[in-house]
């Protein structure tokens, strides 16, 4: 069994008045704590319609804050990746979620776990921001792979070592003198296979933890970054947690199960969840009320905030110019909203998704088929007119290249059979509607005709696509027998990236 990581991580809030705190017997045995939870953050800056960034989220604690000193901001994962910023360098050295830390560390972030994205990024990169990072980290089921096997990731500051605890316990104390030990303990899904990561099973783990936390505090919140259903099972086997404040959904959850609260907001700080923790030390008893908070103009962005998150779109701005993009330039002026939402993108093709095949199409004409995974798309929002560059950019933040390649019928049906199977994750698959599913023949058809096994089908999809590394499609790829012919037409814009060809079919196509 592994070591637990000693309570390096007390954090305590006194009160400004904490000398005066009486010790006359009004201790009423009831504190109040505050968590404002925001989770799937990927943009620093307000979004289009001017909701979210992360300087009204350090504006929305502060509201809070001063009201209840006991606050605490917390970030349920998923904000290092993926990003416009990851394409882009600045002193030298990809950017790779530098600038949401930083906008963290001011915002007044207090503690964060890992959600599948933050290992998207290289194991240097993440040990870098985790080293940048002044907010507290928890991570109780994950763990990086080292030579001398599995140990807690770590963080340096100050020439100091210090491992990611397993679970963090945080002292509160009131104006009457009640003090309560609140425990927090972190679970993420074992979805990102990164090398160095290692995770332990989130259910058991939790349960574990939980055990050998109740006896010393007098609540256990669990934050998460997993799937609703896998919430619902980690309330239903530990109905004792004070809440789960979760993530990876992207759009809000709200439930009750066996009384304890799921929280989840909306992705990129649209929304906020704001949940206050009763804790009765005398009837031994939580309370929990939690509300949704919408981060629109309503909210002032916090000034100390907004001068990091200037700071990078201004860095990024400049890098979009060095690689061909205005982003400020709008491309798109009138026309419908393009539905960018995850949950719409990943089971159905969209107003956006079909213009990005067309797109595609257009940038590579002689394809007979064109294919794109829904994951490639992950801006989970609606893109409201007038479109910009940057909207282009942060609709693909992964950029790529379209790829074209001959395929036989085979394999291409293997591969449209897959995408339906992937409805509802990344893996799944956007065509041209000259490709159709034929319900009564139970056959692919392109252009009305049944699609044959032996039959070369010219084909153009991204280059993300044919590596082989989406989710149960890893046999797309160049060593596959059913790949005929790979064309060499990458290095030429629009299709050395993906993005560019979508501004271009704007172009040719405004309005
Ligand atoms: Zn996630």
């Given at each position: ?81 993926p990003s416009v910023y990851n394409s882009l360098s600045y002193?030298?050295?990809p950017i ?219 860095i990024a701005d400049a890098s979009f110019k060095n690689i061909g993009f205005d982003s400020k330039k709008i491309v798109l002026v009138?026309g419908?909203?393009l539905?960018g ?11 956006l998704t079909k213009q990005i095949i067309l797109a595609m199409q257009e940038a590579a004409p002689k394809a007979e088929v064109v294919l794109l995974n829904a994951g490639s798309i992950r801006v989970?929002?609606?893109i409201?007119?007038p479109v910009t560059q940057y909207d282009i950019i942060r609709a693909m933040p992964f950029g790529g290249g379209i790829q074209e390649v001959d395929m ?22 956007l065509y041209n ?25 010219r084909i153009a999809l991204s280059d993300f696509l044919f590596s082989?590394l989406e ?5 797309l790829n160049k060593?596959?027998?059913?790949i005929?012919k790979t064309y060499d037409v990458q290095s030429s814009c629009p299709l050395s990236d993906i993005r560019h060809a979508i501004i271009k079919y704007f172009e040719n196509h405004p309005g």
């Amino acid at each position: 069994m592994r070591k637990i990581i000693p309570l390096s991580f007390i954090f305590l809030m006194i009160l400004a008045s904490a000398c005066s705190v009486t010790r006359n017997g009004q201790d009423d045995g009831r504190i109040e704590l505050v968590l404002v939870q925001v989770n799937d953050v990927y943009e620093i800056a307000p979004l289009s319609g001017n909701v979210g960034g992360m300087a009204r989220v350090a504006s929305l604690k502060k509201q809070y804050q001063q009201k209840n000193p006991n606050t605490l901001l917390i970030m349920a994962g998923d904000f290092l990746s993926p990003s416009v910023y990851n394409s882009l360098s600045y002193e030298g050295k990809p950017i790779r979620g530098r600038q949401m830390v930083e906008a963290m560390n001011v915002a007044g972030m207090d503690l964060a776990i890992f959600g599948n994205h933050e290992f998207d990024i290289k194991e240097s990169e993440l040990q870098s921001r985790l080293n940048e990072s002044i907010f507290n980290w928890v991570s109780t089921n994950t763990f990086q792979q080292t030579s001398e096997g599995a140990q807690p990731f770590k963080k340096t500051a100050n020439g100091k070592e210090q491992p990611i605890p397993e679970y963090i316990i945080h002292t509160l104390r009131d104006a009457d003198g009640t003090v309560a030990r609140v425990g927090f303990i972190s679970i993420t899904l074992p979805f990102n296979k990164a090398a160095y990561v290692i995770y332990t099973d989130p259910l058991s783990t939790a349960k574990k933890m939980y055990a050998q936390l109740k006896d010393s505090v007098d609540a256990v919140v669990a934050i998460t970054h997993q799937f609703m259903e896998d919430d619902r099972i980690l309330a239903n086997n530990l109905p004792q947690l004070a809440l789960i404040a979760g993530g990876h959904e992207h759009d809000m959850r709200f439930e009750t199960i066996n009384g304890v609260k799921i929280t989840k907001a909306h992705a990129n700080a649209r929304t906020a969840y704001v949940i206050t923790l009763e804790i009765n030390k005398r009837k031994n008893s939580i309370n929990s009320k939690a509300h949704l908070v919408y981060l629109n103009e309503s909210i002032p962005l916090d000034s100390a905030t907004n001068v990091a998150v200037e700071k990078w779109t201004n860095i990024a701005d400049a890098s979009f110019k060095n690689i061909g993009f205005d982003s400020k330039k709008i491309v798109l002026v009138k026309g419908e909203p393009l539905d960018g939402r995850e949950a719409e993108i990943r089971s159905r093709p969209t107003n956006l998704t079909k213009q990005i095949i067309l797109a595609m199409q257009e940038a590579a004409p002689k394809a007979e088929v064109v294919l794109l995974n829904a994951g490639s798309i992950r801006v989970d929002d609606i893109i409201a007119m007038p479109v910009t560059q940057y909207d282009i950019i942060r609709a693909m933040p992964f950029g790529g290249g379209i790829q074209e390649v001959d395929m036989k019928g085979k394999l291409l049906k293997q591969i449209l059979d897959q995408g339906e199977k992937n409805k509802g994750i990344g893996g799944y698959l956007l065509y041209n509607e000259q490709v159709k599913f034929d319900n009564q023949k139970n056959e692919w058809t392109l252009k009305s005709a049944p699609i044959q096994d032996e039959m070369v089908y010219r084909i153009a999809l991204s280059d993300f696509l044919f590596s082989g590394l989406e989710a149960n499609l890893e046999f797309l790829n160049k060593q596959n027998p059913g790949i005929i012919k790979t064309y060499d037409v990458q290095s030429s814009c629009p299709l050395s990236d993906i993005r560019h060809a979508i501004i271009k079919y704007f172009e040719n196509h405004p309005g």
